[in-house]
């Protein structure tokens, strides 16, 4: 039964939020999840590979045994998990889609290649303490390792980069679908209802020249007549296609096609002409966008 509240207490100061009772799901850090994921792909990769080297084993008359076998594969699933969030980074930095995506595909390799280096280098040195008992590999396994894996490992590393961009450009989509499905996008104005002496018609929006704030109300200029609308002017402007009208002070929009003449004048204001001769004074502040928005559309 719960129990009452107290005169002066709310409901939901009275009563606790049952959510927080809940046991918050927990999640891996990043890091750990991207080597998680890594191990996985570098077992399985080795995984494929073992017949190949168990047949060249055993036509050199070394059989491989089954224990110091599953040993080696799982230390170098390890380096290979270990090295995964850096490749996933350098992926991340220099994502091999998008705009500008051959340029950056160098890089990509670049650092890739390098990194398959590292991991040779590596394993090189593990192998030299676990089964040498030596501080040092020789230069000559180090070439024959490099010889033998460096183009292959670069080739899985590039496969796994791509395999994480791949599902991260889809996880980006799925996220996005239900959101542009919830909201829908709305048509801009074209035209705007108004009322002249009780009777009700329309301002077509491709014949104002401009939009001024009165108080409450706005004033649609379409050449020497104006009209009067009662809305707010944030929430109007944000129903215009910004392709057709732009803000120029704070208390005037206007339609860009109607820009006739842009003169600068005193503290960084200008002045602008527009084609049924009327002047506007636009803010020093929007004075750039108007430049750049009036050549493009001029």
Same mark, same amino acid.
């Given at each position: 039964? @719960?129990? =009452?509240?107290?005169?002066?207490?709310?409901?939901?100061?009275?009563? =606790?939020? $049952?959510?927080?009772?809940?046991?918050?799901?927990?999640?891996?850090?990043?890091?750990?999840?991207?080597?998680?994921?890594?191990?996985?792909?570098?077992?399985?990769?080795?995984?494929?590979?073992?017949?190949?080297?168990?047949?060249?084993?055993?036509? /050199?008359? /070394?059989?491989?045994? !089954?224990?110091?076998?599953?040993?080696?594969?799982?230390? +170098? !699933?390890?380096?290979?998990?270990?090295?995964?969030?850096?490749?996933? +980074?350098?992926?991340?930095?220099? =994502?091999?889609?998008?705009?500008? %995506?051959?340029?950056?595909? =160098? !890089?990509?390799? *670049?650092?890739?290649?390098?990194?398959?280096?590292?991991?040779?280098?590596?394993?090189?040195?593990?192998?030299?303490?676990?089964?040498?008992?030596?501080?040092?590999?020789? *230069?000559?396994?180090? $070439?024959?390792?490099?010889?033998?894996?460096?183009?292959?490992?670069?080739?899985?590393?590039?496969?796994?980069?791509?395999?994480?961009?791949?599902?991260?450009?889809?996880?980006?989509?799925?996220?996005?679908?239900?959101?542009?499905? %919830?909201?829908?996008?709305?048509?801009?104005?074209?035209?705007?209802?108004?009322? #002249?002496?009780?009777?009700? &018609?329309?301002?077509? *929006? @491709?014949?104002?020249?401009?939009?001024?704030?009165?108080?409450?109300?706005? %004033?649609? #200029?379409?050449?020497?007549?104006? /009209?009067?609308?009662?809305?707010? %002017?944030?929430?109007?402007?944000?129903? *215009? @296609?910004?392709?057709?009208?732009?803000?120029? /002070?704070?208390? +005037?929009?206007?339609?860009?096609?109607?820009?006739?003449?842009?003169?600068?004048?005193?503290?960084? @204001?200008?002045?602008?002409?527009?084609?049924?001769?009327?002047?506007?004074?636009? &803010?020093?502040?929007?004075?750039?966008?108007?430049?750049?928005?009036?050549?493009?559309?001029?």
């Amino acid at each position: 039964m @719960d129990a =009452p509240v107290a005169p002066g207490q709310t409901a939901s100061m009275a009563c =606790p939020n $049952r959510s927080s009772r809940l046991p918050r799901r927990r999640t891996l850090p990043p890091w750990l999840a991207e080597s998680g994921g890594g191990f996985g792909y570098w077992l399985l990769f080795l995984i494929v590979l073992e017949p190949g080297n168990a047949l060249r084993a055993n036509a /050199h008359g /070394h059989a491989l045994a !089954a224990g110091p076998e599953a040993l080696r594969m799982t230390v +170098a !699933a390890l380096l290979g998990a270990a090295a995964t969030p850096a490749l996933l +980074a350098l992926t991340r930095r220099f =994502p091999p889609s998008g705009p500008n %995506a051959l340029r950056r595909l =160098p !890089a990509l390799a *670049l650092g890739v290649a390098t990194l398959a280096f590292g991991l040779i280098v590596a394993s090189c040195f593990l192998a030299a303490w676990g089964y040498h008992q030596a501080w040092l590999p020789s *230069l000559a396994d180090l $070439r024959d390792q490099l010889i033998d894996n460096w183009l292959l490992l670069t080739y899985a590393l590039l496969a796994l980069a791509a395999l994480a961009h791949f599902l991260r450009c889809l996880g980006s989509t799925r996220e996005a679908a239900p959101a542009m499905l %919830a909201a829908p996008a709305q048509p801009y104005l074209t035209r705007v209802p108004v009322k #002249h002496r009780g009777r009700q &018609s329309f301002v077509e *929006l @491709d014949q104002v020249d401009w939009i001024e704030t009165q108080g409450n109300y706005l %004033a649609l #200029h379409t050449g020497t007549t104006s /009209h009067l609308i009662r809305e707010a %002017a944030v929430a109007f402007e944000a129903k *215009l @296609d910004p392709a057709r009208f732009m803000r120029v /002070h704070r208390r +005037a929009i206007v339609a860009i096609d109607r820009i006739r003449d842009l003169r600068p004048i005193t503290n960084g @204001d200008a002045l602008l002409r527009l084609s049924s001769g009327h002047a506007l004074r636009a &803010s020093r502040r929007y004075r750039k966008s108007i430049a750049e928005r009036w050549r493009l559309d001029g």
